[in-house]
């Protein structure tokens, strides 16, 4: 399984439990989850993998992808917390930023879609 370095791949914006978050199918190496974000897993149900069923602070079996998010999950620690069909929102269409990106967009006062639309050549 591929570990990623989450400081510097873009992934997909998403909305878990009505929290804006970041999405990727691979999992994340903890040493380069940027400073202020909160790192969990999703596990899919065996019966079927094509939808995550908990987030997790780390999954054995199952993994369906790692999220993370600008604040911290209640309940995620432990045995997990169930997400249901509306708690995890995946296809918004939103845009993929890098995590300083994504912290930049949500916590700065300056945040300016035309400047990622300069730097990368289109709108987020």
Known sequence: MNVINASIT????????GIPA????????R?????????YELQAAPEDWC???RLMNEVDEGFYGTVLTPVPVEGADG???AIGPEDFKDELGIGSYTPAEFE???LSPHYDPLRLEQIYGKAD
């Not at 040493?31 to 790192?39: D, F, R």
């Open 31 to 39: 040493q380069t989850v940027h400073l202020g974000m909160y790192c």
């Open 10 to 17: 873009k992934m997909e914006e998403i909305e878990i439990f």
């Open 104 to 106: 930049d967009k949500y």
């Open 22 to 29: 970041l999405y990727t199918p691979h999992k994340v190496s």
């Open 51 to 53: 939808q995550p069923r």
């Open 79 to 81: 045995e997990g917390l």
